[in-house]
């Protein structure tokens, strides 16, 4: 078992507080692993067996919890010797209703609770309005390079080079399931293939009702194919006519909300550095993690450039960022990065080879007049540090970063 430390942190500050934990995530990236680590950590702590309450919508045997009211007297009953307890659902979402159950547990104070699911919808219906300014959302990223190093070293202990995990990092992608089938291409292929044909199956035909599955996957497979290009669904629907499928504007629409549903994929929007505003019409999408990518296209070691960009993307949104892809006049900005006050532009490139490139790629940082720190990240082993007040680091010692 290995500890995923900042989620594990963000959590423990929370225990014991009246707020209401929502762990997201797609599916198996590890959101019943940290809900069950924290459930350890209560009992290091002296909290009794009995007062801690673990349930997984998932499992067969709790098909009938998957009623409101049958699951909170589930709840009631499993209580009712205990003054306080702590409540962990896995998979929430199973449950029709389940906002309320969530607000009452929390309206009678003698309940701590812990809650996960792998939709980013669950918690902006009509429904989550009952819960609305009482939680406190956590999301669960697939394991960061940095936390992928963690885990080789822990439960492989081998003796590959840095360069060499990131390699593999880039073609398997980081879903912690990884670590538990061989470490042959073989049974990671077949693992990540089962995992694609479950996310898509589960969390987005059957929850969104999607009965034109074959068309559901040339949308996704056109996304894949043009992660970090800037894309409306109206140029969905081009390229699909080209293909002579012809389906309607709202249904490739609803399409690639399902899959941002189902957290396959993400929506990078548009922003008007100048102007300081959200440009709506054309996002840039990109997959949460490389694995699922190439086991729906392949490996191409020629989208290099791609799977850079979307590394980098999926660590913001890891370290807590919110990413917008930059607009200065004419020229765009891989990465707008803010959290808080904080604010950082990155450009990301694979090398700085040809002076070209060097000036292609600091021309738009250059261009913004702001203070606040701006960042080219490539392969390129030997940084050039500083120039002009803009930082050089290599990616693999930025994902390194703590």
Same mark, same amino acid.
């Given at each position: ?46 909290? %009794? ?41 896995? =998979? ?15 309206? =009678? ?13 669950? $918690?902006?219906?009509? $429904? ?8 406190? =959302? ?44 061989? =470490? ?16 898509? $199956? ?30 409306? %669904? ?15 504007? %709202? ?131 030997? %940084? ?19």
């Amino acid at each position: 078992m290995v500890i995923r430390k900042m989620y594990i942190d963000q959590l423990e500050k929370w225990i014991g507080k009246p707020m209401i934990k929502v762990i997201t995530g797609i599916r198996r990236s590890g959101k019943s692993f940290i809900m069950k680590m924290t459930a350890d950590l209560l009992r290091e702590t002296g909290v %009794p067996e009995e007062k801690i309450i673990f349930l997984n919508l998932e499992l067969y045997e709790n098909q009938r919890l998957h009623d409101a009211d049958e699951l909170y007297s589930h709840i009631k009953n499993k209580t009712k010797e205990s003054t306080f307890s702590y409540i962990f659902i896995d =998979e929430i979402q199973k449950c029709v209703g389940w906002e309320r159950v969530a607000a009452s547990l929390l309206a =009678e104070e003698n309940y701590d609770v812990y809650l996960s699911g792998s939709n980013a919808s669950m $918690l902006s219906g009509d $429904l989550a309005t009952n819960i609305a300014g009482r939680y406190i =959302e956590i999301r669960v990223y697939p394991l960061s390079f940095r936390e992928y190093v963690e885990f080789y070293s822990q439960l492989r202990g081998g003796k590959k080079t840095m360069e060499g995990l990131f390699n593999e990092y880039m073609k398997y992608g980081g879903f912690p399931g990884l670590f538990t089938v061989n =470490e042959d291409d073989e049974a990671k292929r077949q693992y990540l293939n089962s995992l694609r044909d479950t996310v898509i $199956l589960r969390d987005t035909v059957q929850r969104h009702d999607i009965r034109d599955v074959d068309l559901l996957a040339r949308v996704l497979s056109y996304v894949m194919d043009n992660i970090g290009q800037s894309f409306s %669904p109206a140029g969905v629907v081009k390229y699909l006519k080209s293909t002579n499928l012809f389906p309607s504007l %709202p249904t490739v629409s609803s399409y690639l909300d399902a899959l941002t549903d189902a957290m396959i994929v993400e929506s990078a929007r548009r922003y008007d550095i100048k102007g300081k505003k959200i440009m709506q019409r054309i996002s840039k999408y990109f997959v949460c993690d490389l694995g699922i990518r190439h086991s729906e296209i392949g490996y191409r070691e020629n989208d290099i450039s791609q799977m850079l960009e979307n590394i980098v993307y999926n660590e913001l949104l890891t370290r807590g960022y919110e990413v917008f892809v930059g607009k200065e006049d004419n020229l765009e900005v891989d990465f707008v990065a803010s959290k808080g006050e904080e604010r950082i532009y990155i450009q990301v490139t694979y090398l700085l080879a040809t002076n070209d490139v060097f000036h292609r790629e600091y021309r738009s940082l250059l261009e913004i007049r702001d203070a606040y720190p701006k960042m080219v990240l490539s392969m390129d082993k030997v %940084p050039i540090g500083s120039k002009d007040g803009i930082k050089h680091m290599n990616i693999i010692d930025f994902l390194l970063e703590r």
